[in-house]
């Protein structure tokens, strides 16, 4: 049964389950041990307590995101294996408290990219953005920068020596790779959702493999397995213009690859630039409802969260991630979805 669910960064996250609670729609909560080095063992006992914070809020802890995949997995090195059985065994650490859909990623180093966290819209809000100038003018290997939801699994200073090898292993290196890891996982999973390249765009001469639904089919089908799946980020496939983001929905959900959605609008802005907009089809240059219309179609019955939000009414906080916005963005999605239901 489709459920509704918001992220959570834990308890120093400025919004509490308190408020998450009184949001009508969401019943579940998405939230991860985001004080863990990536490859590392989740302790039970700190697994068991998130569970039972969730619980005492309300709330159901049914999705982790995201459990993070260590650079040496990432890039084949010689501790790959021993990576790679700890996150098997996190899998059913998590399993054994009730929570069996994993949100991951397999981008090098970087979880997602945005070159403005604050850009003003017309109606006083601020949001994230995207432009392609402004990333060339980025250089990680001098500056030092860092965005909401990365999860390192180095130090800054070993991001010069990690950036060269990625551009040395290239594409070809990082789908075998991606490949080999799922090959492991994947008979051990019970929901996992890669989720797409943020953005789906080169950035700073890294390999892309997440980007495309060719992409997309390319790795549900390389492990045919239930397990295997995509998280469905709409705004990350969406800020490219060559994906048609109604299409890959119908496709990937008609075949039972979608365990979780991230439902986010964004604009475009120029042929690679964009902003992230409101949640509604009308704020931005996707169709949110044909989108959840072709989830429904095809009987979508996992977790949908609203993504990034923009700041609105003076709130304060971590970009992307405030209260107000992301709740007026889920209450819409639930909206269009009770629609669908009822219209059948």
Request: glycine share 10%; aromatic share 10%; proline share 6%.
């Amino acid at each position: 049964m489709t459920a509704f669910g918001f992220r959570w960064y834990g308890p120093e996250d400025a919004v509490t389950l308190e408020h998450i609670r009184q949001i009508p729609p969401v019943t579940e909560l998405v939230t991860s041990l985001y004080h863990i080095p990536a490859g590392a063992l989740w302790p039970e006992e700190d697994i068991a307590a998130r569970a039972a914070q969730s619980a005492a809020a309300g709330l159901h802890f049914s999705v982790a995101e995201g459990l993070p995949v260590h650079e040496s997995i990432k890039l084949g090195g010689p501790e790959r294996e021993r990576y790679i059985g700890q996150f098997v065994e996190n899998l059913e650490r998590l399993a054994r408290h009730g929570v069996h859909t994993v949100c991951y990623n397999f981008m090098p180093l970087f979880g997602w990219i945005r070159t403005e966290l604050e850009q003003p819209l017309p109606d006083g809000s601020a949001t994230l953005a995207f432009h392609q100038a402004a990333l060339e003018r980025m250089n990680p290997e001098r500056d030092v920068w860092t965005l909401p939801g990365w999860n390192f699994s180095t130090r800054q200073g070993e991001i010069r020596t990690l950036l060269g090898q990625y551009r040395a292993l290239g594409e070809a290196g990082l789908w075998n790779n991606l490949r080999y890891f799922l090959q492991a996982v994947a008979p051990e999973a019970e929901r996992l959702g890669i989720h797409p390249d943020d953005p789906p765009l080169p950035v700073f001469g890294l390999p892309r493999v997440v980007s495309t639904l060719e992409d997309l089919l390319r790795l549900t089908g390389a492990v045919d397995l239930p397990s295997n799946g995509v998280t469905l980020c709409t705004g990350s496939l969406g800020s490219s213009r060559a994906n048609d983001v109604v299409k890959i929905a119908d496709r990937l959900c008609a075949e039972g690859k979608i365990p979780f959605v991230h439902g986010r609008n964004v604009r475009w802005e120029g042929e690679e630039d964009f902003c992230e907009s409101g949640h509604l089809t009308a704020s931005g240059s996707l169709n949110m409802a044909a989108i959840l219309a072709a989830l429904h179609r095809r009987g979508f019955d996992g977790v949908i969260r609203a993504d990034h939000g923009r700041m609105v009414w003076g709130e304060r906080g971590r970009p992307g991630y405030g209260l107000y916005d992301r709740a007026m963005g889920v209450c819409y999605l639930a909206g269009l979805w009770e629609a669908l239901c009822y219209s059948c």
